[in-house]
């Protein structure tokens, strides 16, 4: 079967630098995905891995191993703001129309603590 | 400024009511897609479409059918409402695919409660 997991929460404190890990099993991999979502909003696109290692984008980097099946987020110098659910979904085998077709986790809460 | 709105942000509904959630993409992309997204498990895909009058089952099909007459246009419909569709509903579009990321931009939800 298919099957993405993550922690259902964590807590941090502003400032601080927290690791939200996620860990596939996939039919195809064609990517994985790190999406925000703030409480009643959209999900906003955070970053994508194809290739193993660290992408960094200023306070936020992912990583990929694709032969373990894992990726994590990283998420530095900690502000309020970044309260929110973090999505990980990994891109699979295509399907109609040239898709390839996104699997999500359940997503981690993250609360963010002064 | 990529766009997905969806019509309607809060509905509440009677089991048994038919249900039309509407989403426009002002994008031009030929994907679509409707999630539902429910605590503890994520979004899982209901339907998407490729292009005009296309469309394909997702992994939860079940009690829901879908529209695509114009290419800007994909709606969601519930033909008879039942309470274990009360969920946050979500739009989505994208390019077909594309070696890269971001390609899939997601509308603000619908939130149906169906009593």
């Known amino acids: 079967g298919q099957n993405i997991d993550q922690p259902t929460e964590m807590t941090a404190t502003e400032g601080a630098i927290v690791q939200i890990n996620c860990t596939y099993q996939?039919?195809?991999?064609?990517?994985l995905f790190w999406y925000q979502q703030h409480a009643g909003e959209a999900p906003t696109f955070l970053s994508y891995?194809?290739?193993?290692g660290l992408e960094e984008k200023g306070r936020f980097s992912s990583f990929l191993s694709r032969s373990k099946g894992y990726s994590y987020l990283l998420l530095k110098e900690l502000q309020m703001k970044d309260s929110a659910s973090y999505l990980c979904?990994?891109?699979?085998?295509?399907?109609?129309?040239?898709?390839?077709?996104?699997?999500f986790g359940a997503g981690t809460r993250l609360a963010v603590h002064p | 400024d990529v766009k997905v709105t969806q019509s309607s942000r809060y509905l509440v509904k009677r089991t048994g009511e038919k249900v039309f959630l509407e989403c426009v993409q002002d994008?031009?992309?030929?994907?679509m897609f409707w999630y539902r997204q429910d605590p503890g498990l994520g979004l899982r895909l209901i339907y998407f479409?490729?292009?005009?009058?296309?469309?394909e089952k997702g992994d939860i099909p079940e009690g829901y059918s879908v529209s695509r007459e114009k290419k800007e246009r994909f709606s969601l419909i519930l033909e008879s409402a039942s309470t274990n569709q009360t969920s946050m509903y979500l739009c989505a579009s994208s390019l077909v695919f594309r070696q890269d990321g971001n390609t899939i931009y997601f509308g603000e939800g619908s939130w149906l409660t169906v009593v």
């Open positions: 479409s490729y292009d005009v009058k296309m469309k």
């Open positions: 979904a990994v891109r699979g085998d295509g399907i109609s129309g040239g898709y390839n077709k996104l699997i």
């Open positions: 996939t039919s195809g991999f064609n990517g």
């Open positions: 994008m031009d992309h030929e994907n």
């Open positions: 891995n194809v290739l193993d």
